[in-house]
């Protein structure tokens, strides 16, 4: 299989991202990706517009916090998606970062620990298989061993939700975790943070290292400008390791426009 890309981005007006999911698969992208936060547009009714305007993109949020919703919840909106999209859906979850229990209490769902939380997303992921009909590729976004663990046995697909210094050895190590807790095959994917000295804008609040601090960290999130250079690491982590999806925010999407010809 080849490298695939996915456009993460975020919609700020009807028009702008019916333009957003056309041009991005128009470019080449199979996958359209959106956060799922309380101060980001809910996923859903967004990727309902983009599968309106598109014959082909994927759709994915990255990722749902499952906490934040109920199983039948997640049954209910993920069954929409597959209809109106025409099975372009794909179900991208993981049990929420640690700074969303303040937005799992404003919706008035329990937070809970972090083995509830993973027991309700295990709840979920069943749910959605059972009832919904094709049941959607499941991505689960994660980096603890516990999780790995649990996304080995339940996913079709891991997102290295790793830090943003991580490096090769860091993914590599997860990887192989992931591995020794199946016998399944199981897709592998990261996200980048930086080409060169170009990176997205972050929230102001997010303590994000500038791209400097990524390069000396030797950060498996920072691409080398060269799109030779950075095209040839791509192909060398999907041929070790079998990271086969590369998430792109939107920001630094022309940056990697290049990267992705020589890769396509």
Known sequence: MSIRFGLMTVPFSGRA????????????YHTLLMPDTLNTPSPFPAFAAAAAVTE????????????LRTAAATVRETAALQRL??????LGIGIGRPDAASEAERLGQPWGSAASRRA???EVVAAVRAEVDPAPPIMIATSGPRMLALAAQIADRIALAAGPQATEDDLATMIALARD??????????????IGDRMPRWPGSWN??????LRAASSAA????DPAEAAAILEHRHEKYGIDEVIVPSDIADAFTPIMERLR
């Open 85 to 90: 999209s025409e099975d372009r859906f794909e």
């Open 120 to 122: 309700h997303l295990t």
């Open 208 to 213: 994000i290292p500038t791209a400097d601090n």
């Open 17 to 28: 991202w019916a333009e957003t999911a056309r041009t991005a698969e128009q470019q080449g």
């Open 181 to 194: 807790n199946t016998d399944r095959p199981i897709a592998f994917t990261t996200q980048l943070m930086a």
């Open 222 to 225: 920072a691409l080398p400008a």
């Open 56 to 67: 082909t993109l994927r759709l994915r949020p990255n990722v749902i916090a499952a906490p």
